[in-house]
């Protein structure tokens, strides 16, 4: 069962950039279909972004689209999220998750995968 540990996360002003990173436990990493997702207090986990197992494919949320880049190095079994021009509406814990479930097309429900980080924070003040 593959581990994953996100890092990265912390508290920036709006406009600024982060860059998550979720490690994963195992080389078959690359295998996966891959996701970020977040969540504030009260609310469901929202879908952010999506990467295929073998990196072709890739979505987006429309809240996101043009700012967020997900990527992935398989030499390091580690997934990433490119946070760019942040706003305070990107405030929220996010998470990495990733299933070995095959499938066609984007994977943007939390259905969809069977394995989760613990989260990282990100914080964007104005």
């Known amino acids: 069962q593959v581990q994953l540990v996100e890092s990265g996360g912390g508290l920036v002003q709006a406009g600024d950039s982060l860059r998550l990173s979720c490690e994963a436990s195992?080389?078959?990493?690359?295998?996966?279909?891959k996701a970020w997702f977040r969540q504030v207090p009260g609310k469901e986990r929202e879908f952010v972004a999506f990467i295929s197992y073998r990196g072709a494919d890739r979505s987006y949320a429309d809240s996101v689209k043009g700012r967020f880049t997900i990527s992935i190095d398989n030499t390091k079994n580690t997934l990433y999220l490119q946070m760019d021009s942040l706003k305070p509406e990107d405030t929220a814990v996010y998470y990495c998750?990733?299933?070995?479930?095959?499938?066609?097309?984007?994977?943007?429900?939390?259905?969809?995968?069977?394995?989760w980080g613990q989260g990282t924070q990100v914080t964007v003040s104005s």
């Open positions: 998750a990733a299933t070995r479930r095959l499938g066609t097309g984007p994977a943007n429900s939390q259905r969809d995968y069977d394995y």
């Open positions: 195992e080389r078959s990493f690359a295998y996966y279909r």
